[in-house]
């Protein structure tokens, strides 16, 4: 059977566990060797104990975890050629030429590059003397399938990235109990949640948590701070005991500069006068448990990925596995990122009506 390796990197987030259980089980159920390699990028570069083959209880008791059992990191050296060739090296060395990447638009950009340098690696590798000819021949062509775990919901392509429904669970949460001790003392609550550049998080929070307002980066106000006290004003004058503003962490004004939470308060403060705390989630957002939603996202995601790595060849554009309405399925891996990068241009240039319509169209 192939070797096929499962890594997550970037950032972690709820469901990667999930993921990494399905693509070890239906790559063992398949015939295959799976291994794990841990720490991202880094642990396939130094090799060694970091790369190790894994069996089907290695993954059990893992599904109800939060972040990634395997460990993640951020890796500067897979960035430059020589990183890479000791990661192609590792790779050989453990007949894995398949690769499951869960992580970010990063990641899975460093995966595709990898993949179109793999051949000229191995020759260098060759040439070397670190592989032998049957190797070069035998692994000569590496194969990828990404998935997205990510909060932040930021990925052009598909529905729903994983870890993000698990991420609203923990906001929600916390809105509810902020609710309750706003309302005894009739205070006005800023709360800021993640997201970078990507309202996602903040705007569902709001909705469903029943904010007065949202700043959100993808439509910045012009005079928000007009409206946002009449809004307040209005609410506490039909009798509301508190007042609840979600902040984006990326949230920006008109000019793209960024609205904190600090100025948020000091304009309710100045002008209204109202007792007003802020609350900043944080890396709380990113721990617990995983939702129902995230852990059969990354099951159905996981053994999708290994589906698409079986059936592929040299010739197979790389794929991410995505969720389209209810269904798990396969798109082009660079198009995506490159949509992706696409939004994240066009928000720097305020082109803001721009970045949403591309985030829409994949
Ligand atoms: P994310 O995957 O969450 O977007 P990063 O952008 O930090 O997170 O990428 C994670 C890792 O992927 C980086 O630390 C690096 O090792 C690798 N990576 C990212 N971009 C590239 C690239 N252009 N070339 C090679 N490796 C990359």
């Given at each position: 059977g192939k070797g096929i390796a499962v890594f997550t990197s970037g950032g972690d987030s709820q469901g990667m566990n999930a993921a990494v259980r399905a693509v070890v089980r239906m790559g063992i159920y398949l015939g295959c060797k799976v291994y794990f390699i841990r720490e991202g990028y880094q642990g396939m570069v130094d090799g060694g104990d970091n790369i190790v083959e894994a069996n089907w209880s290695s993954v059990s008791c893992i599904i109800h975890k939060g972040g990634t059992i395997i460990g993640s990191a951020r890796c500067k050296d897979f960035r430059e050629r020589a990183g890479r060739l000791k990661a192609a090296k590792n790779l050989v060395d453990n007949g894995i030429t398949n690769l499951v990447v869960i992580g970010g638009d990063g990641s899975l950009t460093g995966a595709?590059?990898?993949?179109?340098?793999?051949?000229?690696?191995?020759?260098?590798?060759?040439?070397?003397?670190?592989?032998?000819?049957?190797?070069?021949?035998?692994y000569k062509s590496l194969q990828i399938a990404g998935l997205v775990g990510s909060i932040d919901n930021?990925?052009?392509?598909?529905?729903?990235?994983?870890?993000?429904?698990?991420?609203?669970?923990?906001?929600?949460?916390?809105?509810?109990?902020?609710?309750?001790?706003?309302?005894?003392?009739?205070?006005?609550?800023?709360?800021?949640?993640?997201?970078?550049?990507?309202?996602?998080?903040?705007?569902?929070?709001?909705?469903?948590?029943?904010?007065?307002?949202?700043?959100?980066?993808?439509?910045?106000?012009?005079?928000?701070?007009?409206?946002?006290?009449?809004?307040?004003?209005?609410?506490?004058?039909?009798?509301?005991?508190?007042?609840?503003?979600?902040?984006?962490?990326?949230a920006i004004d008109r000019n793209g500069d960024p609205i904190t939470a600090e100025q948020v308060k000091k304009v309710v403060v100045d002008n209204l006068h109202q007792d007003t705390r802020i609350t900043v989630l944080g890396h709380v957002q990113r721990g617990g448990?995983?939702?129902?939603?995230?852990?059969?996202?990354?099951?159905?995601?996981?053994?999708?990925?290994?589906?698409?790595?079986?059936?592929?060849?040299?010739?197979?554009?790389?794929?991410?596995?995505?969720?389209?309405?209810?269904?798990?399925?396969?798109?082009?891996?660079?198009?995506?990122?490159?949509?992706?990068?696409?939004?994240?241009?066009?928000?720097?240039?305020?082109?803001?009506?721009?970045?949403v319509s591309l985030r829409g169209k994949s």
């Amino acid at each position: 059977g192939k070797g096929i390796a499962v890594f997550t990197s970037g950032g972690d987030s709820q469901g990667m566990n999930a993921a990494v259980r399905a693509v070890v089980r239906m790559g063992i159920y398949l015939g295959c060797k799976v291994y794990f390699i841990r720490e991202g990028y880094q642990g396939m570069v130094d090799g060694g104990d970091n790369i190790v083959e894994a069996n089907w209880s290695s993954v059990s008791c893992i599904i109800h975890k939060g972040g990634t059992i395997i460990g993640s990191a951020r890796c500067k050296d897979f960035r430059e050629r020589a990183g890479r060739l000791k990661a192609a090296k590792n790779l050989v060395d453990n007949g894995i030429t398949n690769l499951v990447v869960i992580g970010g638009d990063g990641s899975l950009t460093g995966a595709d590059l990898f993949r179109q340098e793999w051949s000229s690696l191995l020759d260098e590798l060759l040439k070397n003397n670190q592989i032998t000819t049957e190797q070069r021949e035998k692994y000569k062509s590496l194969q990828i399938a990404g998935l997205v775990g990510s909060i932040d919901n930021d990925f052009c392509g598909t529905d729903m990235t994983i870890g993000t429904d698990s991420a609203l669970h923990r906001i929600i949460e916390a809105i509810d109990a902020i609710v309750s001790t706003a309302y005894s003392h009739q205070r006005t609550f800023i709360m800021e949640v993640m997201g970078r550049h990507c309202g996602y998080l903040a705007l569902v929070a709001a909705l469903t948590g029943e904010a007065d307002y949202v700043f959100i980066p993808e439509e910045p106000e012009e005079n928000w701070q007009k409206t946002l006290c009449d809004k307040l004003a209005q609410e506490r004058n039909s009798g509301q005991r508190l007042n609840i503003i979600i902040v984006s962490e990326g949230a920006i004004d008109r000019n793209g500069d960024p609205i904190t939470a600090e100025q948020v308060k000091k304009v309710v403060v100045d002008n209204l006068h109202q007792d007003t705390r802020i609350t900043v989630l944080g890396h709380v957002q990113r721990g617990g448990n995983p939702s129902a939603f995230d852990r059969i996202l990354g099951c159905r995601m996981g053994a999708e990925a290994v589906m698409a790595l079986m059936e592929a060849d040299e010739n197979t554009e790389p794929c991410v596995i995505s969720l389209d309405g209810n269904q798990a399925v396969r798109v082009p891996l660079m198009e995506c990122v490159k949509q992706t990068k696409a939004v994240a241009q066009a928000m720097a240039d305020k082109q803001w009506e721009k970045a949403v319509s591309l985030r829409g169209k994949s």
